[in-house]
């Protein structure tokens, strides 16, 4: 039996889903192969020896072909990365036997299965999301050092900023996990292990814990200034269930339904499915909610300014003002993957190629764009630094009056 070590490795591990589909396909190659034999003529087959024979390679099934032809065949769509709508083939030598290289194994063209420019361009917008992750990562860290090492921002409002930034960076940091080691990686995605599909849920899970957080974030602020009167603590238990625990509840749905069809559950995971829905209708039901919360404020803020126009200032504090302008340009931001995700290009189209750049960027960069609005550009954060310089200055200031103070020379009758 020509190939013996593909065939041999297919027995040994034939349980696993992906090697059993293989298995399958050896099985009924071999099957057609008798059915053939039991079909020829006895003419036909004392000619057939000096065919090339059929031959399971571990990926096709090759025909029987004559001595000198070169077989053609589809590539395999089931192979990560090939191109099924190219063709691979193999040459049959002129004494009835398969070409071999130069180790002596059987040998096929598989090369043109792959579209290298596709390639090259897929591995560049990979590239741009882990460019962009590792921005939104470290922009993040720097947020939440700038959150936890100032007491003046502790309150209800930044208390939410900080599940915010915390679900993102956990998110940025698991995408980062998944595109180094996982899309990186072809046998991970073949072999379609336990750890693989976990990383691929728990992704699932941050992602939606992000918008969770956002919703938390108008809602805060629609409460702030319609309701005014609300408990923090009592406020801050329904924020940790919409934030963290909701998320929760959508995502094991979501595991659940995968796991449920086998075609869902090849590569990691890594191919689209429609239970993506059962992700997406929530997080865009969330998105919309928001919008309308922070529209009413927006309302709100308007109506008592021109009340007060005089003070509008003392009303609604600037800091609330601009956390509001800044949640206003998050959320349809946040959004517009999702809104366009039903408008996706055909396949290697121009418009597939802009559009994909276009994702990357807005996608991977989030987290920076939540540290620049809720942090980097935050009056409350400008205060608390410019107190704290302040502090420093008055410090070492009167470090250097108590220095001076003390080492006085004296100049007493001795030192005449």
């Given amino acids: ?62 025909n029987f072909t004559r001595p000198g032809e070169r077989a053609m065949m589809s590539c395999p769509p089931y192979v990560i990365g090939f191109d099924s709508k190219r063709y691979t083939y193999r040459d049959c030598l002129q004494n009835g036997s398969w070409f071999r290289d130069n180790t002596g194994q059987l040998w096929a063209n598989y090369t043109d299965c792959v579209d290298r420019e596709d390639l090259k361009f897929r591995t560049f917008v990979n590239n741009l999301y882990v460019c962009g992750y590792t921005v939104s990562f470290l922009a993040l860290m720097i947020s939440l050092a700038i959150f936890f090492g100032f007491r003046s921002l502790r309150c209800t409002r930044i208390a939410i900023h900080i599940h915010l930034f915390t679900s993102l960076l956990l ?51 629609h409460l702030l200034l319609e309701v005014v009167f609300v408990r923090d603590d009592y406020a801050m238990k329904w924020f ?48 919309l909610i928001s919008l309308l919360f922070l529209i009413n404020v927006m309302r709100i803020m308007l109506t008592k300014s021109h009340s007060n126009a005089s003070n509008s200032s003392s009303t609604i504090p600037v800091s609330i003002r601009r956390a509001v302008r ?30 994909d750049v276009f994702s990357a960027l807005l996608i991977s960069l989030q987290g920076l764009w939540v540290s620049i609005l809720f942090c980097f550009a935050s009056v409350d954060v400008h205060m608390a630094l410019k107190l704290s310089y302040k502090k420093l200055q008055r410090t070492g200031t009167h470090v250097t009056h108590v220095t001076a103070t003390t080492h006085q020379p004296s100049f007493g009758r001795d030192a005449v």
């Fill in 1 to 62: 039996m020509e190939d013996s070590n593909n065939m041999q490795n297919l027995t040994e591990d034939k349980l696993n889903t992906n090697v059993k589909f293989l298995w399958d396909l050896y099985v009924k190659c071999n099957a057609t192969k008798h059915e053939i034999f039991e079909n020829l003529s006895y003419e036909e087959m004392k000619n057939l020896p000096t065919y090339c024979p059929m031959v399971f390679d571990g990926w096709l099934c090759w």
């Fill in 171 to 221: 998110n940025n940091f698991w995408w980062l996990v998944w595109y180094l080691f996982i899309i990186g990686d072809s046998s991970v995605l073949i072999k379609n292990g336990f750890f693989c599909q976990a990383v691929h849920v728990i992704i699932q899970y941050l992602m939606v814990t992000n918008y969770m957080w956002m919703f938390c974030e108008a809602l805060h602020l």
């Fill in 240 to 287: 940790y269930f919409i934030g963290w625990i909701l998320p929760s509840i959508i995502t094991a749905i979501y595991a659940l339904t995968r796991l449920s069809n086998e075609n869902d559950s090849d590569h990691c995971w890594v191919d689209s499915s429609n239970a993506r829905w059962l992700l997406v209708i929530p997080v865009m039901i969330s998105m």
């Fill in 326 to 355: 800044a949640a206003l340009i998050l959320t349809p931001l946040f959004g517009l993957h999702h809104i366009l995700l039903p408008f996706r290009p055909t396949d290697k189209s121009a418009a597939e190629a802009v559009y």
